[in-house]
């Protein structure tokens, strides 16, 4: 569709195109505002990334490989974390990020997004992170490292397929977030490639599907060539983490 004229993808909405328009794209890239919307969805994508990997690698670390008196509660309300979803709490967020100020900013959204990505997180990194022996931190101790040395110098290399893991499917699963980043990136400055996108096909309406497919595809190309990418990692993961005890 992205590569027929605005006439053939009435007259060929199926078809391969008879000769390919490659001008819809020139197009979409400079009336969709294409590059403040991409580079919106990777300041938000990579936010979440950091943040909910750093916070939640230690946190898993915390749950599988030391014992303290509230363990077995702090794990299962990480996990609650697993069945809730955005719409039920979006209302009150909405409030929350308004009290603090930080509506129409990156970080009142890169904040929502890590909180409900780290429950996966952790509890993926806390099934590889049981399977490790106990040596690993015993010898750290004897060498004279302490707690963080011991996590960033051993522990987070060893888990590094996990955390690439999850690098994937956080970044598939915010690029492709639609309900919170319509609500509160209400600016079209703070605007993601999903709300740009929706804002972009009303413009246009229905008249040209060339147009309109060219900027689905542009938006999409990032997501793919990342999956494609990272897809024998996540099959990986899944597989060693379905035989962890």
């Not at 991409?38 to 938000?44: D, K, R």
């Not at 004897?142 to 970044?171: E, R, S």
Request: glycine share 6%.
């Amino acid at each position: 569709m992205s590569l027929k004229s605005k006439k053939e993808a009435y007259a060929n909405p199926f078809g391969i195109p008879t000769s390919w328009d490659w001008h819809n794209f020139g197009e979409a890239l400079s009336k969709y505002h294409f590059y403040t919307y991409f580079q919106n969805s990777l300041i938000y994508t990579a936010g979440t990334i950091a943040l909910t990997l750093t916070t939640g690698s230690m946190l898993a670390y915390c749950l599988s490989r030391m014992q303290w008196r509230f363990n077995s509660a702090a794990l299962f309300y990480v996990s609650l974390g697993l069945i809730v979803p955005i719409e039920v709490v979006v209302i009150p967020l909405f409030q929350l990020i308004k009290e603090l100020h930080i509506k129409n900013s990156y970080l009142g959204l890169i904040l929502p997004y890590s909180g409900f990505a780290i429950a996966s997180c952790v509890l993926m990194l806390y099934a590889f992170l049981r399977s490790l022996p106990k040596e690993l931190e015993e010898a750290s101790c004897i060498d004279g490292a302490n707690v963080y040395q011991t996590f960033f110098k051993i522990i987070f290399p060893i888990v590094m397929p996990a955390l690439m893991t999850q690098c994937v499917l956080i970044f598939i699963r915010i690029w492709n977030e639609f309900p919170l980043a319509f609500i509160i990136a209400s600016k079209d400055q703070f605007r993601p490639l999903t709300v740009g996108l929706l804002s972009y096909f009303v413009n246009v309406g229905v008249a040209d599907w060339g147009l309109i497919g060219a900027s689905m595809l542009l938006s999409s190309l990032p997501m793919i060539i990342v999956y494609l990418i990272g897809n024998e990692k996540i099959e990986n993961a899944l597989t060693a983490g379905a035989i962890l005890k």
